[in-house]
């Protein structure tokens, strides 16, 4: 029985040996035009998912590096961040106003400092407490250089200047698109940092034309076109201008494609012209952007799987 015990342990060991480790699906540019170019739509098309507050998932807390970390085994991906203040003005990265939810904390993000942040650890959506803790900008831009690209989501009251000084000290111009809400945002993103790009909103020609006329070019611009499917001539109209668009599925979209996966709703949806999902659905809508990609054929030269 022993020897039997000792084989059983030698065969187990042996198989995970043979396991290989998850790969990794990173996305780089080389530089700033580079990724001006891809979301221009001068280059060949390659749909993303946007994975919403980072792809959280069963034991990955959402707005955590180890989660978006995660994130890059499954798809190459844009990860949607949240940027909050702490007491003593450190940007960090949480998505509610109260730590409750999230964390072992209690109370408002606000009321604790940078230190007294670091004493707690964050909570996935099941309410888990993990090992992870509350990143800052900086580490979260530092850690996603030639893995992924950023769309960085602002919580009230934090200064976008704040925001682009921080891009600027971690040369995260490559890889980064700050969301705005309004042309007003907008307009004052594009003066403090007229080269990176901006996410706003943009649901018709009327809303290109308020941009526009703020100051705000199209090729600085990638259209956040709402969380319901827009005519296709939305896309058609935007896509004439060279704005890249990205449809948010969070809600009722993603709760259509859970409830009729045989309808493949993320296929359908990019077929009729999103070029970026946002999504809470991670898995499911990447195995149909994968389908997607397959049969359209399409290729991404700057994606690096390892």
């Known amino acids: 029985m022993k020897q039997f015990n000792l084989l059983v342990v030698a065969v187990c060991v042996l ?9 990794h699906h990173y996305i780089s540019f080389r530089n700033a035009d580079e990724l001006r170019s891809f979301l221009n739509r001068k ?32 798809q ?8 909050a203040l702490s007491k003593d003005s450190a940007l960090v990265i949480m998505h509610d106003d109260k730590l409750d939810r999230t964390s072992t904390g209690t109370g408002t993000i606000g009321s604790y400092t940078y ?27 530092t850690w996603g250089k030639n893995k992924v690209l950023f769309t960085i989501d602002i919580k009230r009251g934090v200064p976008y200047a704040k925001i682009v000084a921080a891009v600027r ?6 890889n980064s698109i700050i969301i705005t809400y309004n042309a007003n945002q907008a307009a004052e993103v594009h003066k403090l940092a007229p080269d990176l790009m901006i996410s706003a909103s943009a649901r018709s020609i009327a809303d290109i034309e308020r941009l526009n006329q ?27 201008k060279g704005i890249t668009c990205i449809l948010g599925t969070m809600g009722n979209l993603d709760k259509s494609a859970i409830a009729n996966p045989n309808q ?12 970026i999902i946002s999504t809470d659905e991670l898995v499911l809508a990447g ?12 290729k991404f030269a700057n994606l690096t799987v390892k």
């Open 15 to 23: 198989c995970l040996s043979f396991i290989a480790p998850a790969k």
């Open 43 to 74: 280059t060949t098309g390659f749909p993303l998912i946007s994975a919403h507050r980072g792809g959280p998932m069963a034991g990955f807390p959402e707005n955590a590096i180890e989660t978006f970390e995660n994130a890059t085994t499954h």
């Open 76 to 83: 190459p991906v844009i990860i949607e961040f949240d940027v």
């Open 115 to 141: 230190a007294e942040l670091q004493k707690l650890t964050l909570k996935d959506n099941d309410g888990k407490v993990t090992a992870f803790k509350i990143p800052t900008l900086d580490q979260v831009l």
């Open 169 to 174: 000290r971690t040369k995260a111009e490559n």
């Open 214 to 240: 703020m100051g705000v070019p199209n090729d600085r611009i990638v259209a956040f076109v709402g969380t319901a499917a827009p005519d296709k001539a939305v896309y058609e109209y935007l896509h004439s």
């Open 264 to 275: 493949k709703v993320y296929e359908q949806l990019l077929g009729n012209g999103a070029d």
């Open 287 to 298: 195995a149909q952007f994968d389908s997607y990609r397959t049969n359209k054929k399409l």
